[in-house]
Every structure is written in structure tokens, then in C-alpha cells.
């Protein structure tokens, strides 16, 4: 299984463990997910973004937690 990285954008947080997702659809699924749960109480101006990566270091997709 390939494994993806999550990175916050904006705030410095690098993802140095990452997690085995069966494919790219998974990964931006779950990038999905946990912007939705950051999302509560954030102001919409918010310049932050997740960050998805394969572990080549390929950026496959960027889900901003602004709503």
C-alpha cells in the first residue's frame, strides 16, 4: 500500500509518520475528513492548507481549511 503524507501549509507542521492508503482518491478523502474537523471555530480568511503527498515527496492534492 502506498503511503501519503499530510502536511499543514501555513503553520509548519510536517507529517513525518505518514499513513497506508489503498490509493490517491483515499488519501485526498481523508484530507477531506480532517480539514472538515479543523474546520470548527477557524477564521474563514485562514491561509492554511493540508498538503497531501505521496512518499516520493508528489503533491497529489491541497484542501484549504478555509470554508
Known amino acids: 500500500m502506498p503511503r501519503y503524507y499530510f502536511h499543514f501549509r501555513g503553520s509548519g ?3 513525518l509518520d505518514g499513513q497506508d492508503l489503498p490509493d490517491d ?3 485526498v478523502a481523508e484530507a477531506k475528513v480532517v480539514a472538515g474537523e479543523l474546520r470548527v471555530g477557524r477564521n474563514d ?3 492554511e492548507y493540508i498538503v497531501v503527498t505521496k512518499e ?3 503533491t497529489i492534492h ?6
Open 56 to 58: 516520493n515527496g508528489e
Open 45 to 47: 480568511s485562514s491561509e
Open 25 to 27: 482518491a483515499a488519501a
Open 62 to 67: 491541497e484542501e484549504p481549511l478555509a470554508r
Open 13 to 15: 507542521a510536517n507529517d
